[in-house]
């Protein structure tokens, strides 16, 4: 099962959030993530994420949340486990990155924005401050059918 990370940016009312527009063949093509990506042969959730929010913003994190983990589970891409960051300080100056545009969103607007459903369910949690948690996405193609919260189906 492959490994990723994704992290929250926080300031204030807003997290950093990445327009995917850049890479070609992205499953997350032109869809608003935070900023993360896959694990290196020997990382830790930890640092891989410290590593990832460097490469994409050229920002060095100071502090940090471990949220949670996301099962994903998919009828066409290879099922993931993701781990849920939210970083709250850190230094240096914000680069351009690769993958996509970095925008600073007011939280009251993400819904707003295309995402993956299940990535709605996520960021409700965290804005719950929901202790860390377990969670379980299905997807058939583009479409969310199961979302299972600490081994317990919820209505999304």
């Not at 990723?4 to 997290?15: A, D, K, M, N, P």
Request: net charge negative.
């Amino acid at each position: 099962m492959k490994q990723t990370t994704l992290c929250y940016l926080e300031r204030g009312s807003q997290y950093l959030m990445l327009h995917r527009t850049k890479k070609e063949n992205d499953l997350n093509h032109d869809k608003w993530l935070g900023v993360g990506g896959k694990f290196e042969v020997g990382e830790s959730p930890e640092e891989c994420m410290l590593r990832e929010i460097r490469e994409e913003t050229g920002l060095e994190v100071t502090e940090w949340r471990y949220c949670g983990i996301v099962t994903f589970v998919h009828n066409i891409w290879p099922a993931e486990q993701m781990h849920l960051f939210v970083c709250t300080e850190w230094k240096g100056e914000q680069i351009i990155c690769d993958e996509g545009d970095l925008e600073w969103i007011d939280k009251q607007r993400l819904l707003d924005l295309t995402m993956w459903e299940g990535d709605k369910i996520f960021l409700k949690l965290l804005d719950e401050h929901v202790p860390f948690f377990s969670l379980k996405l299905t997807y058939q193609g583009d479409n969310l059918q199961q979302a299972v919260l600490n081994g317990k189906a919820i209505k999304y």
